[in-house]
């Protein structure tokens, strides 16, 4: 079973929205790096963006201004509000999570089992 559990992924139209949640269970960090990550078939896994326990964020330049990345620690819940989507954006969406900052190509330690996006044209 997979630590992380997302949800939200469906089929929308382009230019609709969807917003992904991920539960994320309570680890003892006291800093860490949660992301979302995509992967289309045929095609490598990329980052789509990441928030650190600072609420820090950063996002893949195919999705600025279009996605945005949240968390709710009270809730222990990551967000993903994805806004005027393109068909480039279908995907399986991974939640993932490690201790210590975000930077880029790191790993992850915990990985959720996916949730797909389909946009249609």
């Known amino acids: ?16 929205s ?12 006291n800093t860490y790096c949660m992301g979302w ?4 078939p045929g095609k490598d896994r990329e ?9 820090r964020t950063s996002s893949a330049d195919a999705v600025k201004g279009r996605f945005t990345i949240s968390q709710d620690n009270a809730k222990n819940t990551l967000y993903l509000q994805m806004n ?7 995907a399986m969406y991974y939640c ?3 201790g210590g900052s975000c930077y880029a190509g790191r790993s992850f330690r915990y ?3 996916g949730t797909q996006v389909t946009v249609s044209s």
């Open 1 to 16: 079973q997979a630590p992380l559990v997302e949800s939200g992924g469906g089929s929308v139209q382009a230019g609709g």
């Open 18 to 29: 969807l917003r992904l949640s991920c539960g994320v269970p309570r680890y003892d960090y």
């Open 37 to 40: 990550f995509r992967q289309a």
């Open 47 to 55: 980052g789509v963006a990441t928030i650190d326990s600072r609420g």
């Open 84 to 90: 005027s989507l393109k068909p480039e954006d279908t």
């Open 96 to 98: 993932a999570l490690g």
């Open 111 to 113: 990985w959720g089992q």
